[in-house]
């Protein structure tokens, strides 16, 4: 399996088990945005929240290759993009 269906496999085909322990994924990332803005004070958004993952994942990948990096950054532009859709 090539890391594009990996991806698509963790977004878009992800187990009950998984939904059931952590939430759906969306609205994880807007509860996250919350908790952030209100740790901030200032308006994060769940879109924002997407992108610091994403820049989290490719910092960490600048000091070490990892494939799991690269599949967990693929994966949250792929589930923002579900977001966006609203899906």
Do not use: Q
């Not at 994942?57 to 690269?70: A, F, V």
């Amino acid at each position: 399996m090539n890391i594009l269906e990996k991806a698509n496999d963790i977004i878009n085909n992800r187990t009950e088990e998984k939904e059931r322990m952590y939430g759906p994924f969306s609205s994880g990332m807007e509860r996250a945005a919350k908790i952030a803005s209100s740790c901030t004070g200032k308006n994060i958004t769940a879109k924002d929240m997407y992108m610091c993952m994403v820049a989290l994942k490719l910092s960490r990948e600048s000091y070490n290759h990892k494939e799991d990096n690269l599949l967990d950054a693929i994966a949250y532009l792929a589930a923002l993009n579900n977001h966006e859709d609203g899906k």
